[in-house]
């Protein structure tokens, strides 16, 4: 279902845009790297996390860590991640596929600076098997992301 509402949102959106599926898991940012054949960094990782009563979503790059500080002022309270369930009954994708595309409800999606370090990232797409190649700028085009700088950068 929910690679399939992602294939629905790249169809009314972006049709030019085509979703790669893997035969191996890209369910984490190693594996995903390894999957594409691109460096970790590269992986675009959707965050879904609860500050207060509302709902967001932070795409990052795969190397990339949140700075708690940046984080509280950026968003004026402590964030949390959102349990497993949690996770799939808001975004209606399963961690590991988790995307900013084809959400079960609208929700505020921001991306971090982090991605604009490269041409062109590799976000999940509903799925622990897919992924769109997307350059950063499109991506927050097409779901209306603010950019915000919630991160510390690691090495790769």
């Excluded at 049709?15 to 995903?32: G, H, Q």
């Excluded at 992986?43 to 990339?64: F, H």
């Excluded at 590991?96 to 999606?109: Q, R, Y």
């Amino acid at each position: 279902m929910s690679l399939e509402s992602v294939r629905a949102f790249f169809a009314e959106k972006a049709p030019e845009i085509s979703l790669i599926e893997s035969s191996v898991s890209s369910a984490t940012v190693v594996l995903a790297a390894e999957a594409y054949g691109v460096e970790p960094a590269r992986i675009a990782k959707t965050l879904s996390l609860r500050v207060g009563d509302r709902v967001v979503l932070i795409v990052t790059s795969g190397t990339s860590r949140m700075d708690n500080k940046k984080l509280k002022a950026q968003f004026g309270g402590k964030p949390k991640m959102l349990g497993l369930d949690e996770v799939a009954e808001i975004t209606g994708h399963e961690v590991g596929g988790v995307c900013p595309f084809g959400l079960k409800s609208p929700l505020p999606i921001y991306c971090d600076v982090s991605l604009k370090a490269f041409d062109v990232v590799l976000p999940a797409a509903g799925s622990t098997h897919s992924a769109v190649r997307i350059t950063p700028d499109r991506m927050a085009q097409l779901t209306s992301a603010e950019w915000i700088d919630v991160c510390e950068i690691r090495p790769s």
